[in-house]
Nanobody, 128 residues
Framework: QVQLVESGGGLVQAGGSLRLSCAASGRTFSSSAMGWFRQAPGKEREFVAAITWSGGSAYYVDSVKGRFTISRDNAKNTVYLQMNNLKPEDTAVYYC?????????????????????WGQGTQVTVSS
């Protein structure tokens, strides 16, 4: 069983940057596609970004394209989300999640939602 622990959240002004990290325990991380999701108060959880098990391909929701970058280091069992040019509407609890799958990055969101493993989340607050 893989356990995920997110870190790196915090309070930042609009236009600023944060880098989220998600450290994984367990032997299946390197075989797992990973994703970042977020949930704002009163809203449903939404997909943000995904990356394949190898790190060779990534996929983003339109609202973060060009501002966020997902990456991973399988040697460190860690996935990252670099967030630049943050906006107040990016305020949310950010969750990393994963599932063992060889699927393309565009398919990872659905695969994780149907049975992935999740971290506990980290709060990101962007002030205007």
């Amino acid at each position: 069983q893989v356990q995920l622990v997110e870190s790196g959240g915090g309070l930042v002004q609009a236009g600023g940057s944060l880098r989220l990290s998600c450290a994984a325990s367990g032997r299946t991380f390197s075989s797992s596609a990973m994703g970042w999701f977020r949930q704002a108060p009163g809203k449903e959880r939404e997909f943000v970004a995904a990356i394949t098990w190898s790190g060779g391909s990534a996929y983003y929701v339109d609202s973060v394209k060009g501002r966020f970058t997902i990456s991973r280091d399988n040697a460190k069992n860690t996935v990252y989300l670099q967030m630049n040019n943050l906006k107040p509407e990016d305020t949310a609890v950010y969750y990393c999640a994963g599932r063992v799958t060889p699927a393309a990055a565009t398919q990872v969101m659905g695969i994780i939602l149907r049975g992935g493993y999740w971290g506990q989340g980290t709060q990101v607050t962007v002030s205007s």
